[in-house]
């Protein structure tokens, strides 16, 4: 009877562990759906042969494969499940490395340290581990075929709440260039049509804009791209960018004054006077600056350093010297 009681009580406790990962992975996927954007997946990924949109679905999806697994079919949920914490917990080490601040997996609107997330993952990683779950685990769970319908249907919601923002056409406002200034101006662009309720974003894939008119890319839908000189250099920054306030100072130091520069800002929903790290920029009478609109999220790695001649991008670097 006490063995008995034992492997009963051991078979709660590692379906309960089970759960509390999923649904751990379940809350990281739901943030990500509703307010997180390509730009919070790991620098790593992008190496990978697809878009960023089209990877920041795929992760998506695959958490809520494992999250269905893992309630539903929980004597193979539990290995993917240990798979997932072990993956996430390679990629923390990679990104403490790094030196970076916040790991992006609730969203880069919600920022926790790499080390904090780490722990958590590794704490449930090992409790489910510790109850056996391989041997412990007696509820077989719902047939395949019913799981593999709920985790497609799931796996789908990131295309079904897709918030990528459809740009429209530019409305040709033909306003002058934002004067160069300590605080940004704006040119007069149009607004893009956002998803009503969520806050939508635009993949800007610079390097694919070689070769292009800059009539051509997507900033010709955010700014009147002919406001500004089309034969220099264009930086596009955020404000609490390490990298962008380092170019930045480098370019303040090495400007001589005597060609034009245009500075672009994209704006970040968690921007506030005091959390900026832009401390130099370069200045003169050739330098102009520019907001693009506020109303989305920028996916692009900045600094972005283009190089534009007739109007024609010839060369597009993200993230110099990284």
């Not at 700014?223 to 480098?250: G, I, K, P």
Request: negative net charge; proline residues 8%.
């Amino acid at each position: 009877m006490a063995t008995t009681a034992a492997t009963a009580r051991l078979a709660s406790l590692a379906h309960a562990a089970v759960l509390a990962t999923a649904g751990w992975i379940l809350m990281g996927a739901v943030f990500k759906l509703l307010v997180g954007t390509p730009n919070d997946l790991p620098p790593v990924l992008f190496e990978l042969p697809l878009s960023k949109g089209m990877l920041y679905h795929l992760a998506i999806a695959a958490e809520f494969v494992i999250v269905t697994f893992a309630v539903l079919k929980p004597r193979l949920g539990w290995w993917l499940c240990a798979a997932a914490m072990i993956v996430f917990d390679v990629i923390l080490a990679m990104l403490i490395a790094g030196g970076e601040t916040s790991c992006g997996c609730f969203g880069g609107k919600i920022e926790i340290a790499p080390q904090t997330m780490m722990a958590i993952d590794s704490l449930l990683l090992v409790a489910m581990l510790a109850c056996r779950p391989w041997s412990s685990l007696r509820w077989n769970g719902l047939g395949l075929p019913m799981v593999g319908i709920v985790a497609l249907a799931l796996a789908s919601l990131p295309w079904v709440f897709d918030r990528t923002v459809a740009l429209g056409p530019i409305n040709g406002s033909g306003s002058g260039p934002a004067s160069a200034t300590s605080q940004p101006g704006a040119t007069s662009a149009p607004e893009p049509a956002k998803p009503s309720g969520l806050r939508g974003y635009v993949i800007l894939d610079a390097p694919a804009w070689v070769g292009k008119p800059i009539e051509e890319t997507p900033l010709a839908k955010l700014m009147d791209v002919y406001a500004f000189d089309v034969n220099c250099t264009w930086v596009l920054w955020r404000w609490t960018c390490e990298h962008c306030a380092d170019h930045l100072a480098e370019m303040a130091l090495s400007y001589d004054g005597a060609s034009p520069l245009v500075l672009i800002r994209l704006p970040e929903e968690k921007d506030t006077d005091k959390n900026g790290v832009i401390k130099t920029k370069p200045t003169g009478p050739l330098v102009l600056e520019t907001t693009l609109p506020a109303t989305i999220d920028y996916v692009v790695t900045t600094p972005v350093v283009l190089q534009l001649k007739d109007g024609v991008v010839v060369s597009a670097v993200e993230n110099p010297g990284h």
